[in-house]
Nanobody, 127 residues
């Protein structure tokens, strides 16, 4: 069965960095776009970044553009999110998600476009 497990969250200071990982199993990882989304306390789900199955195209929310980098290693079935220049407003539970459509062109922001989600990893940015 499909399984997604995030790791790498934790406490960091403003201006610091964290690298999130998402280990995927149970499907042909390279055939699906993947995304990261987050949910801050008391707020709705926010799409953060997405990447095509072959890793050639990446997409970012304006709130993280220039600070976060999404990547994937299809040999290791792992998705990454490198987060630099972290801000307190980046504090959230971060999820990885699998696109529901095989080999789809483009990356979509709506949560209904994803059929599997990991349990999330907590990121807290505080001094």
């Amino acid at each position: 069965q499909v399984r997604l497990v995030e790791s790498g969250g934790g406490l960091a200071q403003p201006g610091g960095s964290l690298r999130l990982s998402c280990a995927a199993s149970g499907f042909t990882f390279s055939s699906y776009a993947m995304s990261w989304a987050r949910q801050a306390p008391g707020k709705g789900l926010e799409w953060v970044s997405g990447i095509h199955g072959d890793g050639t195209d990446t997409y970012y929310a304006d709130s993280v553009k220039g600070r976060f980098t999404i990547s994937r290693d299809n040999d290791k079935n792992t998705l990454y999110l490198q987060m630099n220049s972290l801000k307190p407003e980046d504090t959230a539970l971060y999820y990885c998600a699998k696109d529901r459509v095989l080999n789809r062109i483009g990356v979509y922001e709506g949560p209904d476009e994803y059929d599997y989600w990991g349990p999330g990893t907590q990121v807290t940015i505080s001094s």
